[in-house]
């Protein structure tokens, strides 16, 4: 029906909602190939349809099948994917009066197929607006399942609604509550390299070129923004990055100092090697490693756009060890390869790409690096270990297991990021370990 092709951004959006789900892309990868045809408004609609739909797909799916009445892979997918869009638009966003929706997307129907597809999009989300798709009515429809209504509402597959559950149990909130964080997006953070009159002048500045923008609650370097902050924006500010603030965290829990020679273990895309890069100083180091050629070209591009003196890569699979790396790093850095569910509020299509496996296959490959990580410290160095994840098996459980075998290394912290609905970052576990012995 559609193509990539036409102008019109709901046809786009559609496109693109078909390819995340069926070839399990990632959002941010297939809008940047895409929407460069478009002005700054169409594609700030283009996105929000896209991440808003995949957020949201299992509520939507609800009422489409409540009128559909069949399976819906018997529905023709781009049909499908047109009304997902439209219904998203009706229910979420009240730019525009449902009835208009509903006639513009039986006119995109039409000029894509004809009046007989016209004529089935424009039936099928009327008929979901006759069976008045609020809360309430979605709720008496599943009754005393309280769980599956969580579920379907917060478009959270079972698997990931059991590991949330045990998650919002540990760090003291209802589930709820917890859905609710992890379905609210997030907007841009930045992070600067300079003083706090420095972070103060931008904000300024980007509240005068009308985006949102304020400090970040934990990092002195951070930012955030909670409109669409495109680069034009960021024009002569130098040393400005985009990075989430629990990203910052991981680095600044390593407590850096000038001069410090720091191990970045699986370090591309490079936003933490840079950051550890700025606090160690030029008289300080970063070996930056990742075990992907390809990701440290795109790294070395960064190095080389800002200027970066005290950076060198490695070319390195973390999982085997280096004996030429024991005992000489004051700082190491383990920002572990993970499930990444704790980044669902940037990129909710995790939600449809992973399994209920992933973690577990996660915590086996960082638990291998971590043990390689120890042997890398300089007596009283500090390594941290940071996960953007929030499964017990990837984090806790991981900890524990790491100092049951390794008492010439003592905790001194360990948290989770987010714990409750204001905390404006992706969900990392980090945890900060001291080699004694």
Not at 92 to 103: G, K, L, P, Q
Request: with cysteine.
């Amino acid at each position: 029906m559609s193509s990539r092709k036409t102008k019109d951004p709901r046809l786009v959006a559609s496109s693109l909602i078909q390819d995340v789900l069926d070839q399990s892309f990632f959002v941010n990868e297939l809008l940047n190939d895409s929407l460069s045809a478009f002005d700054f408004p169409k594609r700030r609609f283009i996105t929000e349809l896209v991440y808003g739909t995949v957020r949201h797909l299992s509520h939507l799916d609800f009422w489409i099948l409540k009128v559909f009445k069949k399976p819906l892979k018997r529905m023709d997918k781009e049909l499908l994917a047109l009304i997902r869009v439209s219904l998203y638009q009706i229910l979420f966003m009240s730019n525009r009066e449902a009835a208009t929706i509903v006639f513009e997307a039986a006119e995109l129907a039409k000029r894509c197929g004809n009046e007989k597809t016209a004529g089935f999009v424009n039936f099928i989300l009327r008929e979901i607006l006759r069976t008045n798709p609020t809360r309430e009515n979605m709720e008496a429809d599943f009754g005393e399942r309280r769980d599956e209504f969580l579920q379907t509402y917060y478009s959270v597959p079972q698997w990931l609604f059991e590991r949330t559950k045990v998650q919002a149990e540990t760090v003291g909130q209802d589930i709820e509550d917890y859905l609710k964080i992890v379905n609210k997006p997030l907007g841009i953070t930045l992070r600067i390299e300079g003083n706090e009159e420095s972070r103060q002048k931008l904000i300024e500045k980007l509240v005068e070129k009308g985006a949102s923008a304020e400090p970040a609650k934990l990092s002195p370097y951070g930012i955030y923004t909670n409109k669409a902050v495109n680069f034009s924006m960021l024009k002569g500010f130098d040393n400005i990055f985009i990075q989430d603030e629990s990203s910052q965290l991981s680095v600044l829990e390593m407590d850096i100092k000038p001069g410090d020679n720091i191990l970045d273990m699986c370090a591309a895309p490079g936003g933490k090697t840079l950051f550890a890069s700025y606090l160690t100083g030029v008289d300080g180091f970063v070996t930056a490693v990742d075990v992907n050629g390809n990701r440290l070209n795109l790294l070395a591009d960064v190095i080389i756009q800002h200027g970066k003196k005290n950076i060198e890569m490695k070319l390195h699979d973390a999982t085997k060890d280096n004996p030429e790396w024991h005992g000489k790093y004051d700082r190491v850095l383990l920002d572990a390869p993970c499930s990444a569910l704790g980044t669902i509020r940037r990129h909710p299509e995790i939600k449809w790409i992973k399994n209920d496996n992933d973690p577990v296959k996660m915590a086996a490959v960082s638990g291998k690096i971590l043990e390689r990580a120890g042997k890398y410290l300089k007596k009283d160095g500090i390594l941290v270990f940071s996960v953007c994840t929030f499964t017990k098996e990837e984090t806790l459980d991981q900890i524990k297991a790491f100092s049951a075998k390794h008492p010439e290394f003592s905790v001194e912290k360990s948290y989770f990021t987010v714990t409750g609905p204001d905390d404006n970052r992706d969900i990392f576990f980090i945890c900060r370990m001291r080699k004694i012995k």
